[in-house]
């Protein structure tokens, strides 16, 4: 049976834990709401993954991984930008550059990477790819999923909690009016201090993700956080306060909405 | 007929069917259902699995019908198709379960982010010896001071109306500030 459907009725954790019991061989392909990501397996081991639009080759990832300085990686680019990650992986080893060990850990961690970020998504759809693995000249690792999932889970039950905490996004922030409270006295993250800097009623949480370049669960730990600590609240957002529902009266005209109103409550107090 | 709409909303067991049923003219159209969860069924043996209804007529042009949502989480869908055109809600919080005021407090949220409608939280079971203060309540569930929290009985029909009556009373007050 094809194995697809949609993330919100299938999460990526349990994607794993099916890969990872019946032993599955292909790549999993998600195509979350702004980009596609492709993890592929090999006996139920983690083989491969990548992506949307990284760049997923051998020299970026040592570079990322802080393996390649800045200058050796453009270097790599401009001499050696036709050669497959497997050549590229001989050449340094057989310069002395690095490990063959040193490679396979520096792959392990970033796919590994990929799939946490992957743990974050809980929109878009999936299709698995039987018998479908990476193009022969890309260097795949063998990684045991049981870890993956455990910390998949454990990141799930933290995204249903900071859900329940911050329902909607749509909404603004503000400081919390506590006269003892002071932010200078504060020891707060450079990504929380970025929040900070964007609050105001007149923005709101989904509008200071987007400028900071935060996902919605990193967004959610940064907000939950500020607010267990007390120096933040959610407000409504500045300007959509006395704007009441249009649908909530039957009629249109304010002076027949506050007769029935005033209705109510005569009917309710002489109950 | 005209016909207006308030919402009852609030987390499991808060005592929402019994809110609508102290006051409404007509036995409430509960959709309760046995319970099967076994933490769940200490609370109480069954629950609401749709909404429930009841009706109070102001007269003969205008009709004030009372929606009851769900409480469990599983039948979040119902919220936001009773939430449609509502004038305004109310959040019933069990003040003796503090463990529910988490998601008390995400289920106002929820319902705020639906529409702009004004609303008062309810402490319920203020008769029942282990309920918290009304103000410790405030504290734990960090509303806002502007924010009405009124100490109810979801049984006593006195202090039902109370809780209504405070509800309309916001709805005038931000009508007026919306002028």
Redesign the interface.
């Known amino acids: 049976m094809a194995l697809n459907g949609n993330l919100r009725d299938f999460t990526v954790t349990q994607l794993l834990n099916l890969v990872n019991l019946a032993s599955k061989t292909g790549t999993l392909v998600i195509e979350g709401p702004n980009e596609t990501a492709e993890v592929s397996f090999r006996g139920g081991k983690l083989a491969y993954a990548m992506i949307g639009r990284e760049n997923g080759s051998l020299a970026s990832i040592l570079h990322q991984g802080k393996r390649l300085s800045a200058n050796q990686y453009r270097a790599i680019q401009q001499r050696a930008g036709h050669v497959s990650d497997k050549e590229l992986g001989l050449m340094l080893i057989n310069a002395g550059y690095l490990s063959q060990e040193d490679i396979l850990l520096t792959l392990q961690k970033s796919f590994r990477g990929v799939v946490r970020d992957l743990f974050t998504w809980v929109e878009g759809f999936f299709h698995f790819e039987n018998n479908k693995l990476p193009p022969d000249d890309k260097i795949s690792v063998r990684l045991d999923l049981e870890n993956l999932i455990i910390e998949g889970s454990r990141q799930l039950r933290e995204w249903e909690q900071l859900q329940?905490?911050?329902?909607?996004l749509?909404?603004a922030l503000k400081f919390a009016d506590r006269p003892g409270a002071d932010l200078k006295n504060v020891n707060l993250s450079v990504e929380e201090w970025r929040v900070v800097s964007y609050i105001t009623p007149k923005n709101k949480i989904s509008q200071i993700a987007k400028t900071t370049k935060m996902d919605d669960i990193e967004i959610r730990r940064i907000v939950y956080g500020l607010?267990q600590a007390g120096l933040i609240?959610?407000?409504?957002p500045e300007g959509?306060?006395?704007?009441?529902?249009k649908?909530?009266?039957?009629?249109q005209d304010?002076k027949e909405?506050?007769s029935?109103?005033?209705?109510?409550?005569n009917?309710?107090?002489s109950? | 007929m005209q016909t207006v709409k308030m919402v009852v909303t609030g987390p499991f067991s808060s005592g929402k069917t019994e809110f609508i049923g102290s006051v409404s003219e007509i036995d409430v159209v509960a959709t309760e259902r046995k319970i099967s969860g076994a933490g769940e069924k200490e609370v109480k043996d069954a629950t609401t699995v749709a909404m429930d209804f009841g009706r109070i007529t102001v007269d003969e042009d205008l009709v004030l019908y009372l929606f009851g949502t769900p409480g469990q989480k599983r039948f979040d869908f119902m919220w936001e198709i009773l939430s449609e055109g509502m004038l305004g809600f109310i959040v019933m919080i069990d003040s003796a379960r503090p463990e529910t005021f988490r998601e008390a407090r995400s289920i106002l949220q929820t319902f705020r982010a639906y529409a702009p409608t004004p609303y008062v939280v309810a402490a319920n079971k203020q008769d029942v010896d282990d309920a918290w203060e009304v103000e410790d309540m405030r504290n734990a569930l960090r509303l806002d001071p502007k924010i009405k929290l009124l100490p109810c009985v979801a049984t006593d029909l006195k202090s039902v109306k109370s809780v209504l009556l405070e509800l309309l009373y916001s709805i005038l007050a931000e009508m007026d500030t919306g002028a």
């Open positions: 329940e905490e911050i329902p909607s749509e909404m607010i609240e959610i407000t409504q959509v306060k006395p704007k009441l529902a649908d909530m009266f039957p009629t304010v909405q506050k029935l109103v005033n209705r109510l409550i009917r309710i107090g109950i």
